[in-house]
């Protein structure tokens, strides 16, 4: 939900909750990589939009019945301070991130998670560092995003007081987003942690930070592929299964508009993430 240094996360709590409390919320914090546009000597980690480079034997990701998918984004790992992280990035190759974003249909296919038979409308790619790659032009109809290089800074991150992380700490067994009888859901806090940062922003790992409802619950409800409703214990296993791989705000930079100021998700478990299975990660995205 938001992003900042520990102290600041420590300081705004005491101002708003019992220091006991304040102290269990602390722990829950996750440290992020936030990815910025790179300025001056800034050390480049990726960019957003520009060309992929792809290895010769892989193909242009694509969309059964639709075409192909845009590029949004590239991460190199080994710039990545992913020491600092609490997820099993790889520790070197380049990720790549393809979204079926509307421009050969005018928007009419939507990629959305509840919807099984588009899943295929976004896509992660690891490149290993020892296999040879080039950049690949963009496919017909397809026209690039500017390219935008990103630098990359760690912050702790904090999730929506609804969170099952944060459930389970403060409420557990109450149903999943529901405002707990507890000073976390107060709507002093709320406010205070919304003024605090409302900027979604480019990240990798870390708490997500929803544009409306949490993202897991989203990927959950998919995965589930059942109307469970939110006091349903199966949700609320299946979407703590869930972490953060990526997410990639709008950016004017890029001319990258998703919906109405929205984001994109891309989210994997973590064993997934361990064996380098990219290809199931579930992605998902929310706008205003």
């Given at each position: 939900m938001?992003?900042?240094?520990?102290?600041?996360?420590?300081?705004?709590?005491l101002?708003h909750?019992?220091?006991?409390?304040?102290?269990?919320w602390i722990?829950?914090l996750?440290?992020g990589?936030?990815?910025?546009?790179?300025?001056g000597s800034d050390?480049v980690?990726?960019?957003?939009?520009?060309?992929?480079a792809l290895?010769a034997a892989?193909a242009?990701?694509?969309?059964?019945?639709?075409?192909?998918l845009?590029f949004?984004?590239?991460?190199?790992?080994a710039s990545?301070?992913?020491?600092?992280?609490?997820?099993?990035?790889?520790e070197?190759g380049?990720?790549?991130f393809?979204?079926?974003d509307g421009q050969?249909d005018?928007?009419d296919?939507?990629?959305?998670?509840?919807?099984?038979?588009s899943?295929?409308?976004?896509r992660?790619l690891?490149v290993?560092?020892?296999?040879q790659?080039?950049e690949?032009e963009?496919?017909a109809?397809?026209t690039?995003?500017?390219a935008?290089?990103?630098?990359?800074?760690v912050?702790?991150?904090?999730t929506?007081?609804?969170?099952?992380?944060v459930r389970?700490a403060f409420?557990?067994?109450?149903?999943?987003?529901?405002r707990y009888?507890?000073?976390?859901?107060s709507?002093?806090f709320l406010?205070?942690?919304?003024?605090?940062d409302?900027?979604?922003g480019?990240?990798?790992?870390?708490h997500?930070h929803?544009v409306q409802?949490p993202v897991?619950?989203?990927i959950?409800?998919a995965?589930?592929?059942c109307e469970?409703?939110?006091?349903?214990p199966?949700?609320?296993?299946?979407?703590?299964?869930?972490?953060?791989?990526?997410q990639?705000?709008?950016e004017?930079?890029?001319?990258m508009?998703?919906?109405?100021?929205?984001a994109?998700?891309?989210?994997i478990?973590?064993?997934d993430?361990a064996?380098?299975r990219?290809?199931?990660?579930?992605?998902?995205?929310?706008?205003?």
């Amino acid at each position: 939900m938001t992003h900042g240094s520990r102290d600041d996360f420590r300081s705004l709590a005491l101002q708003h909750l019992w220091p006991e409390v304040a102290d269990q919320w602390i722990k829950l914090l996750r440290p992020g990589v936030r990815l910025e546009a790179a300025v001056g000597s800034d050390r480049v980690v990726g960019r957003l939009g520009g060309l992929p480079a792809l290895p010769a034997a892989s193909a242009w990701p694509v969309w059964e019945g639709h075409g192909p998918l845009s590029f949004v984004a590239s991460v190199d790992c080994a710039s990545l301070p992913a020491d600092a992280l609490d997820i099993a990035l790889p520790e070197a190759g380049t990720l790549l991130f393809f979204y079926f974003d509307g421009q050969l249909d005018d928007g009419d296919a939507l990629v959305l998670a509840e919807d099984r038979e588009s899943w295929a409308g976004a896509r992660v790619l690891h490149v290993p560092a020892d296999e040879q790659a080039a950049e690949h032009e963009a496919p017909a109809g397809l026209t690039p995003y500017p390219a935008v290089p990103l630098t990359a800074r760690v912050e702790m991150t904090a999730t929506e007081p609804w969170h099952p992380s944060v459930r389970d700490a403060f409420a557990p067994g109450a149903p999943l987003g529901n405002r707990y009888d507890h000073p976390v859901c107060s709507q002093d806090f709320l406010d205070a942690l919304w003024e605090f940062d409302e900027v979604v922003g480019h990240q990798i790992g870390g708490h997500a930070h929803s544009v409306q409802n949490p993202v897991e619950i989203e990927i959950a409800e998919a995965v589930l592929d059942c109307e469970a409703s939110w006091a349903d214990p199966r949700l609320s296993e299946e979407a703590g299964a869930w972490v953060l791989l990526a997410q990639f705000d709008s950016e004017d930079a890029a001319d990258m508009m998703w919906g109405d100021a929205g984001a994109l998700y891309w989210l994997i478990r973590p064993e997934d993430l361990a064996a380098r299975r990219f290809d199931r990660a579930m992605f998902t995205w929310q706008c205003s």
